[in-house]
């Protein structure tokens, strides 16, 4: 209680948080409803009213990209050019940038974050249970953030040691000096303990910008059990998103604080469009964000959002006004740069403008195009690199590159995650098969493989560590499945098995959302998007023969499934659990090398009728 009572920027604060429940309080209005429209909204200051300006920049889902992504690592804006982006030596540069642009207009900069700073990352931060990305937020000036899914990962005591601080308790102090944790703070509204009922981490912060309060609430989804391991957070619930802000803005606003700012890890996306749309803009634009935005309380006049990957600077309606609703993407590319006053009269934010900067890494060749070197890979303008940052990140980039950069197999070509109309990928094949082949001496039969596990594709051309065309490294191969899942090995009768492609469809016991499932070969079989729920699935067989609703089947999955995960419950009721030796991550390596090298899944064992 002491914990996060001290985290509270005011005393009385402190007094009201035990008895913090929903506070009904009258509307103020902050303008009329907006439509979708280009980001700049102004509150209706009256004139020669005095103002505080200020500057946020935030950004969302870094995912521990220490390094500028590979593949499809560059931005693609409106006019269709694709501009290299990313890389935290550069990341820290935009930011300096921008800081140093609003102290010469006078105005001072809070950085900020939407959650996914962690989670699913590449191995050079993974490889020590992301303590290099945390050392590298606090390097860039880090303020404060949201939690988001991803911070679960691996559950929430390892969660609050990354905010704390200390050696991890199983591996210890893997670079050889202290573990001193996360300089900024980590807003966790709607993770709420069981035993105690409260917050987990702090759920609010509050910035002084010349004498003005600003207030932030941070949270991440309420569906982040669903999409979790749901053995590392079974102490914790998470609560909906609309009613934990309010409940906050309206503690908030009960002490004077009407400059308030939700760092939501949810968000939403731009539409099809002509022309593409740009970073900046806010075409088409559909997701959760926009029911949520819909119940704020309008003293939330900011929303940084996230969790979907995607571009946008948006003005949304909230429950009597509007908010600014922006997103940067994902992996540092971008960064939002968010201007805004305050009416010191009545506290309240004056004006929000914002816009999305993309974080070059590239030199421009003076033409609209990026220079590359003779093996095509983009020069680097050392103007650009941040040294302070890059000095942390080449130190684990040392330690790692013995593991990283080991060629572990072949690939006869690139090997994606593209979808066909059914919800097969080549990429998800592959990882079925390696994990059926990984526990083949347990007797299984058939592996199953969420795609949200899948983080990247292969690459055939691609060679961060000097390797040949077609050889994939084990740093590349960690790319694809960050995650450490263990292998798992259950007993499912045929009856059962449907009844688990049955729930890749919303709406069926409980699932949420629609899921494809990767299979294995030999599994095979047919779906209906007009069937009705809990009949989609049909001409179900194994090796050409008919599941057999009564016979048993040896099933292959990670534990993240095998334990409820994706909202997939029935593949938490097999029987006689067998757990693999090693983790899928080993699954994929083993396949990788285990001969001729590996060619793209055929994506020929799931089809689809109306």
Request: hydrophobic fraction near 40%; glycine fraction near 12%.
């Amino acid at each position: 209680m002491n914990r996060l009572l001290r985290h509270l920027a005011a005393p009385a604060l402190a007094l009201a948080v035990v008895a913090a429940l929903p506070i009904a309080r009258k509307a103020e209005t902050a303008g009329p409803p907006a439509e979708f429209q280009p980001v700049s909204v102004s509150y209706g200051t009256p004139l020669g009213a005095k103002v505080v300006k200020g500057q946020f920049l935030s950004y969302n889902d870094f995912h521990g990209a220490i390094d500028p992504p590979s593949g499809s690592g560059a931005v693609v804006n409106a006019s269709g050019t694709s501009t290299p982006a990313g890389g935290v030596e550069y990341l820290a540069t935009y930011l300096k940038k921008l800081r140093a642009e609003a102290k010469a207009d006078g105005r001072s900069t809070l950085t900020v974050g939407a959650g996914d700073l962690v989670g699913a990352t590449p191995l050079v931060s993974a490889a020590f249970h992301d303590e290099p990305t945390i050392e590298l937020m606090n390097q860039v000036g880090l303020q404060v953030s949201s939690v988001g899914n991803h911070e679960f990962d691996e559950g929430v005591a390892e969660l609050i040691r990354l905010q704390r601080g200390g050696c991890h308790p199983t591996d210890g102090c893997q670079d050889g000096d202290p573990f001193r944790g996360a300089k900024f703070t980590y807003l966790a509204a709607n993770t709420i303990d069981n035993k105690t009922g409260l917050p987990i981490l702090p759920p609010i912060d509050i910035k002084f910008v010349n004498g003005e309060p600003v207030g932030f609430i941070g949270m991440t989804l309420e569906g982040t059990a669903g999409i979790v391991n749901p053995a590392g957070i079974k102490n914790v619930h998470f609560t909906g998103e609309v009613a934990t802000a309010n409940k906050w803005s309206n503690l908030l606003k009960l002490f004077g604080v009407k400059a308030q700012v939700l760092l939501l890890h949810q968000g939403g996306a731009q539409g099809t469009a002509t022309p593409t749309p740009g970073v900046s803009d806010c075409l088409n634009f559909t997701g959760p964000v926009v029911d949520i935005v819909k119940g704020l309380n309008p003293e939330i006049g900011l929303v940084v959002s996230g969790h979907t990957h995607r571009f946008y600077t948006c003005s949304l309606p909230n429950k009597s006004g509007t908010s600014v609703v922006t997103s940067a993407g994902t992996n540092g590319q971008l960064i939002t740069d968010i201007d805004y006053s305050i009416d010191r009269r009545s506290g309240r934010f004056a004006e929000i403008t914002a816009r999305n900067v993309i974080v070059e890494n590239g030199v421009s060749d003076g033409a609209g195009g990026w220079k590359k070197d003779a093996a095509g890979v983009y020069l680097k303008n050392p103007d650009t690199v941040d040294k302070d940052a890059k000095k942390i990140a080449d130190k684990y980039r040392t330690a790692v590159a013995p593991i990283a950069n080991k060629v572990v197999g072949k690939i006869t070509a690139d090997i994606t995650r593209t979808p066909t109309p059914a919800g097969e990928t080549p990429l998800g094949d592959v990882i079925a098969d390696a994990q059926l082949a990984y526990t083949k001496s347990a007797g299984a039969q058939i592996a199953l493989m969420n795609p949200g596990g899948i983080r990247a594709d292969f690459d055939a051309e691609a060679a961060a560590g000097g390797e040949a065309v077609g050889e994939i490294t084990y740093g590349e191969a960690f790319t694809v499945q960050p995650f450490n899942n263990l292998v798992v090995t259950q007993t499912f009768t045929g009856a059962q098995l449907k009844d688990v492609l049955e729930q890749q469809f919303a709406g069926y016991k409980g699932q949420t959302t629609g899921k494809t499932l990767q299979v294995s070969a030999g599994l095979t079989y047919t779906w209906s998007a007009s069937a009705p729920l809990g009949s989609k699935i049909s001409e179900l067989k194994l090796n050409g023969t008919a599941i057999d609703p009564a016979t048993n089947y040896l099933v292959t999955t990670n534990d993240f499934l095998a334990n409820g995960g994706d909202g997939f419950s029935v593949l938490n009721t097999g029987t006689g659990r067998v757990t693999a030796p090693g983790f899928d991550i080993d699954a994929l390596v083993a396949y990788l090398g285990a001969g001729a090298p590996v060619a793209p899944g055929d994506t020929k064992r799931i089809s689809t009728i109306a």
